[in-house]
């Protein structure tokens, strides 16, 4: 993992993306070196055109994210563990010193699922953004749903979303089936009941993936029917990550690893080192390679470094950022 994260780093200051030394090429042109203004126009529509279709915001005055995330349950054949993870922003700041999580799920048969649980301010896990994250599962059969999440404070605030059409999976059907990506800022290090806890790992994802504070950035899924060989039921895969900054539309660097003799059904994850990252808006693309039956699966996400105005004006002002190749 050392490796991976030092070449990163080589590779980040080699395409002149890190500030910490100046650039070995200065250039003539003015439109090859980025204002701070500039920097600001350049992120707003960043945001705009990739992070901000991607990530899952709910409706309402307070300002919270969801994402959903399924695994095969350990005690059921049939039904399907579904994991509603909330992030609300800044959650100290708000007046509500508990809040009331509803989620209901109805099926095309017009059954009826869902869970109600309430927490205080409090018992509510913090990361290092100021940001609550909390999970509540269900446990659903595949099919498709119409689902309903909203979130209450006893002071006034709230939010809510409705999806028409979430489909849960079949994760028994004989096909390649990656699960979405979860971005998640650490490993192990909180142990408690309303997390992930997958095998030996305990992890905390991170929905509104921006960060200030947080030095570490990682991503974990799961993948269900791999192809196996006939006699040890074991199968091979191939993952790539490749990494761009999308400010200056850069390829930052890339990693692979082949993985062999592993169960036709596992996880994945890793983390980075983003302390010394550039400020701007990040893209991650994720390819998973059956090395059996050559099947190949992408997936992408988005996260944010963010710096102060100030902070951001120091370093560009002290490096600059080349746009040119």
């Known amino acids: 993992m ?66 959903i995330f399924y695994n095969k349950s350990t005690k059921s054949r049939v039904k399907v563990n579904v994991d509603f993870i909330f992030e609300i922003s800044n959650i100290n700041k708000l007046k509500s010193d508990k809040f009331n999580f509803i989620i209901k799920a109805l099926d095309s048969l017009d059954f009826h699922y869902g869970k109600e649980v309430e927490y205080k301010k409090s018992e509510i896990f913090k990361n290092k953004e100021g940001n609550g994250v909390l999970q509540v599962r ?16 006893n002071n006034g605030e709230s939010s809510n979303k409705t999806l028409k059409n979430y489909k849960v999976p079949d994760l028994d059907k004989p096909e390649l089936i990656l699960t979405d990506l979860i971005s998640i800022s650490s490993i192990n290090e909180e142990r408690r009941k309303m997390f992930f806890r997958r095998n030996k790992y305990f992890i905390t994802p991170t929905i509104e993936k921006i960060f200030k504070e947080t030095g570490k950035y990682g991503f974990y899924f799961e993948y269900y029917n791999l192809t196996t060989n006939s006699l040890y039921n074991k199968g091979k895969y191939k993952i790539k990550y490749k990494l761009y900054y999308l400010i200056t539309d850069k390829f930052i660097g890339e990693n692979s690893k082949v993985k062999k003799d592993v169960p036709p059904n596992g996880q994945y994850l890793t983390m980075l080192d983003i302390n010394e990252f550039t400020p701007g808006v990040y893209k991650i693309v994720i390819e998973f390679t059956d090395l059996i039956s050559n099947e190949k699966i992408t997936k992408e996400t988005y996260f944010i470094i963010k710096d102060t105005e100030a902070e951001s004006k120091a370093r560009l002002g002290k490096w600059k950022i080349l746009i040119t190749n």
């Open 2 to 67: 050392k490796k991976i994260l030092i070449l990163f780093i080589i590779l980040l200051f080699a395409f002149n993306i890190f500030g910490q030394n100046k650039p070995k090429k200065e250039s003539n042109d003015k439109k090859d070196i980025i204002t701070y203004e500039q920097y600001k126009k350049l992120l707003k529509e960043k945001k705009e055109k990739y992070y901000n279709k991607n990530i899952t915001k709910m409706n309402g005055n307070l300002r919270s994210y969801f994402s």
């Open 138 to 153: 269900l446990k659903l059969e595949p099919g498709s749903y119409k689902i309903s999440m909203n979130i209450t404070g």
